[in-house]
């Protein structure tokens, strides 16, 4: 209890400080480095509202979940609300969420942490998923549910939830026929949403087709979020996605605040191959893999916020450390980064960021999983590739294990009876069963020995 | 010197083939997979002729040193009446000469070779002692180490060290664990009472010796004259086979474990050549009843087959949200009209009649195939099922390591080609034929032949007119081998679609 009483003091002080200035956090152990003192959290202004926006936002689908004794997962709440209060603590302001993420579970658990706060501290963002249902009754449920679930009467943003796929005619069907966006329009009226954009993944005819009806006067769009980062900037492949920095220059000619998704690529900006690595550190050395692809995305003025769906304080921790003391990349290190880049394609990793939208496959295949444990391996350079190779058996031994370690036999790839089921809900359009063969043959290659 | 030797021989011996039946990751086998192969039964079993030579004429010229030393289930007791012989003095020196029980002995000898020729294999496998031993440590131990294996991978998996490699622990058969905990029970207490009652009174390896040991050119012989009739070698006599009244050993029983050698204080014992040194008259022993020695009473147990045939219970998620697993039914074995026996093994017959049930082979097997029948025709003795995984084709481990020949040796490249078992499909069940019902979406799933390890299942069109048309799996005969690998990833569960009923001759 007294401990608990401490705690809320020091917070309290901590928020008093100086807005901004990072006041230490008196709950940390005096043995540990002190929170960095910078300049404070970078803040962007939306133009259209003048909200005043953290650079960096928290995205809330990747938060830790425990397992319950009857195998089912819930959201470690006590782990949310300590991540929740010190990102609040240290400036960032912008939650993103949706009824979709973490089994259905994130947006009452970002209730839970935000509800804490007062209201006016923070922005929140949350989205119609109706990917399964998009009848008018579903959807209204969906969006009236959100209220409930985050603890409050009005959304700061609003997203139609991954739209592109399938071009302006899915955007239709999903949002227009079912009446949706007219019905949105007027809540936005009634000062229930305060900015109303979409989430893009797709191609750039989808993307052009969905600015037109902005040009056209059909639809004004307040903000638009995009999958952005240095590979995406220009590597990507055009079919699932969209060079970034295409879409970049778009919003930016209309004066659209962007929000970006993934500027690591679900973690494996976060820890990329070795060789790229060691580049990057030679340049920064006290500076994180993650910082460069935040530093990246921020150094575009356009971008009003940079989401990171983080699980743990570390990586809190690491990104506003690098959003405090923000430095935004010179030319030269641009060039840098577009090289790191171009290294970085020429692994055979999969395209997947660990979104878990694929999920649950009906046949129990740890979809994320596989993909996760085998780009780790070619990252890591622990991918053995042919007999010839000198330490063949100990890779083959290590790869094996670690299989079986990070996913259960069952769940693994050999089980996927290819349904494809999971195809339509993937926003990286990877060809989920095709890849799962791969990496199943692979994995029997090196079974029998 | 020489109790010093054998003691050194016999825990090198007992620890070895214990270790061997300990590890589940293979690594010892290349080391210590011999010590298997000279077990005497699995020896007769095997035909192996070199072996059984090897031991007759070991016996022939030294005794039953086997028992002392090769046999884990003698050194086994050997070590529980030794504890018990460190308690204190009397207590070691607890043994007396007692007549051979001739009728005990040599009935169930007898009834022993009738159960063989006849194939009772039950009792065949319940007695043979290494395979008794080999139970206790699969069924009995090897779970702990498993465990204990488990604890430290959990251990070290925090500590950021990933030495260990977690493995399952299951229960492989009851039958064989209720069996073995009787023999271990029942050993114990004979030992701890009586030294070495199991192996003269019981045991039928032990007698088959003991026709040998009889003639036997090197033995312990008492000088009479230099002997003051302390009687501490008959007490020390875990045999119970030295007779100081006559100055006599009976070596039908004496396993040459030396205690009375180095217990004889006035130099009168020696082990020696009896035909370089005229020893004293060897008197048989006058035939007395068989004195009642505790049988060892054992039960038959019924493992229900229950092979409930249900349909299988995949379904989608109702509401699309993001993450989470579905939840996947381990599976249930089908019945079998024949029973599976692993690749080597020349048919089912075969396996069945040379099979001692030592389980080195259950211990042994990395991907969870073996584990004992649950039919009271095979009791105790092994079959192979693909609940949990399938024969591999890289795997040849349990051929390389079976000491009675109930499985031979082959080579990955033979096993390619060793027809243990057909796949047959059930049409009603697989997935290709309703898949609306079951994933809402159409599937050629084709899982079974993607994975067959030599190519014998086939997805073909449904309808012969259409060839682009639906698919579903139809199963070479002539090429499946048996292995199991489609049943084992069939995504049907409970009971796959793809099922592998056994053959009765192999090849």
């Given amino acids: 209890m007294e401990r608990r009483e401490f705690l809320k003091i020091s917070g309290a002080a901590a928020a008093g400080a100086v807005i901004g200035a990072c006041a230490g956090g008196g709950s940390k152990a005096p043995s540990k480095p002190a929170a960095p003192v910078g300049d404070g959290m970078v803040m962007r202004e ?10 960096l936002g928290f995205g809330c689908m990747r938060w830790p979940m425990v397992k319950q004794p009857d195998g089912s997962e819930i959201i470690d709440q006590e782990a949310v609300n300590q991540m929740v209060d010190y990102a609040i603590e240290h400036g960032v302001n912008y939650f993103d969420t949706s009824p979709a993420y973490l089994q ?22 949350t989205k119609l998923s109706n990917f399964s249902d998009q009848t008018p009754e579903a959807s209204l449920e969906m969006y009236k549910a959100s209220f409930k679930e985050l603890k409050t009467d009005y959304f700061d943003y609003y997203l139609l939830h991954s739209i592109g796929r399938g071009g302006v005619a899915a955007y239709r069907k999903r949002y227009v026929d079912n ?14 949403i305060r900015n109303l954009g979409f989430s893009f993944h797709g191609d750039q005819a989808a993307f052009e087709e969905l600015i037109a009806l902005h040009d056209s006067g059909e639809m004004h769009w307040d903000f638009v979020q995009i999958e952005m980062n240095y590979i995406d900037w220009r590597h990507a492949d055009g079919v699932r996605n969209t060079n970034a920095e295409y879409l970049y220059n778009e919003l930016d000619k209309r004066e659209i605040p962007i929000v970006i998704m993934e500027p690591l690529l679900g973690g494996r900006l976060a820890s990329v191959p070795e060789g790229v690595a060691r580049q990057m550190k030679v340049r920064e050395p006290d500076l994180s893999i993650a910082s460069w692809a935040f530093r990246f995305c921020g150094t575009y003025p356009r971008v009003l916020c940079i989401l990171s769906g983080m699980t743990s304080m570390e990586p809190l921790e690491d990104n506003i450390k690098t959003f405090t003391s923000f430095k935004p990349l010179t030319e030269e290190e641009l060039f840098f980064l577009e090289q790191m880049a171009v290294q970085i394609k020429e692994y055979p990793l999969v395209n997947c960021t660990d979104c878990k939208y694929c999920m649950p496959c009906p046949f129990g295949i740890d979809i994320p999983g596989i993909f996760k444990h085998y780009n780790t391996a070619i990252t890591e350079g622990t991918y053995a590739q042919s007999k010839e190779q000198e330490d063949y058996a100990k890779l083959r031994r290590q790869y094996l294990m670690s299989y079986d370690r990070a996913v259960p036999r069952l769940r693994q790839a050999d089980h996927c009876v290819g349904c494809g089921i999971c195809l339509p809900a993937c926003p990286q359009s990877i060809e989920i069963p095709a890849e799962l063969r791969k990496i199943d043959q692979y994995v029997e290659r090196l079974r029998e020995g | 010197m020489l109790k010093k030797l054998r003691r050194a021989l016999a825990v090198l011996f007992w620890a070895g083939i214990t270790l061997l039946l300990l590890d589940f990751s293979g690594a010892l086998n290349h080391w210590l997979g011999w010590m298997a192969k000279v077990q005497f039964l699995p020896a007769v079993m095997a035909l192996n002729l070199a072996v059984i030579a090897l031991l007759v004429l070991l016996t022939l010229v ?19 009446s030794g504890f018990r012989g460190l308690l204190s003095k009397k207590a070691r020196r607890r043994f007396h000469y007692r007549k051979e029980h001739k009728w005990l002995r040599y009935g169930i000898w007898a009834l022993f070779v009738i159960a063989i020729i006849a194939g009772v294999h039950a009792f065949v496998v319940i007695l043979a002692p290494y395979s008794a031993y080999g139970r206790i440590i699969q069924s009995i131990f090897q779970p702990v180490v498993v465990w204990g294996n488990n604890l430290l991978a959990a251990w070290s998996e925090r500590a950021g060290n990933y030495a260990f490699y977690p493995k399952e622990a299951w229960l492989r058969s009851l039958p064989v664990l209720i069996t073995a905990a009787v023999t271990l029970v029942v050993v114990t207490i004979l030992a701890w009472k009586g030294g070495r009652t199991y192996c003269n009174d019981i045991c039928p390896v032990g007698t088959t010796l003991s026709f040998f040991s009889r003639f036997s050119i090197f033995r312990p012989v008492i000088d009479a004259d230099k002997c003051k009739n302390c009687h501490i070698c008959e007490h020390e006599c875990k045999a119970s086979c030295i007779d100081i009244s006559t100055h006599t050993i009976d070596h039908t029983r004496c396993v040459d474990c030396f205690n009375c050698i180095s217990a004889c204080k006035f130099d009168a014992l020696h082990y020696q050549n009896r035909f370089l040194h005229a020893a004293s008259g060897l008197g048989r022993k006058d035939k007395e009843e068989a004195e009642k020695s505790p049988s060892t009473g054992r039960r038959a147990f019924l493992v229900g087959a229950a092979a409930a045939v249900g349909t299988a219970t995949l379904k989608a998620a109702a509401k699309k949200t993001d993450g989470g697993f579905a939840e996947i039914l381990p599976k249930q074995a089908p019945e079998r009209e024949i029973p599976l026996t692993p690749p080597g093994s020349k048919s089912v017959k075969d396996f069945y009649t040379r099979c001692t049930a030592c389980q080195l082979c259950v211990a042994e097997c990395p991907n969870d195939v073996l584990r004992a029948s649950g039919s009271l025709e095979h009791f105790l003795q092994p079959e192979m099922s693909y609940e949990k995984g399938y024969c591999r084709p890289e795997c040849t481990r349990c051929s390389e390591l079976c000491p009675s020949g109930a499985i031979t040796r082959i080579t990955r490249e033979e096993k390619t080609d060793y027809h243990i078992g057909l796949a047959s499909v059930d049409r009603t069940m697989c997935i290709t034929e309703n898949p609306a019902e079951q994933v809402g979406v ?11 390890p030599v190519g014998a299942i086939l997805m073909v069109p449904v ?11 139809v199963v070479m005969e002539d090429l499946c081998i048996g292995c199991g690998a489609c049943e084992n990833l069939c995504p049907v569960r409970p009971v796959s679609a793809i099922r592998v009923n056994g053959r009765q001759n192999h090849k």
């Fill in chain 1, 179 to 192: 009446g949706m966006v007219d019905f949105l329009l007027k809540e936005k009226e009634a000062g229930r």
């Fill in chain 1, 104 to 125: 259905g579970l994130s947006e009452k658990a970002a209730g839970e942490a935000l509800s804490r706060h007062p209201r006016e501290s923070y922005y929140i963002a």
């Fill in chain 2, 463 to 473: 309808d012969p007119d259409d060839p682009e048309g639906r698919k579903h799996p």
């Fill in chain 1, 46 to 55: 939306n133009p259209v509202s003048g909200d005043k926006v953290s650079l």
């Fill in chain 2, 442 to 452: 159409s599937v050629d799933c084709g899982l079974c032949a993607r994975h067959c």
């Fill in chain 2, 62 to 80: 030294f005794g039953r040193v086997y028992c002392s030393v090769i046999c884990p289930l003698g050194v086994y007791q050997d070590g529980v």
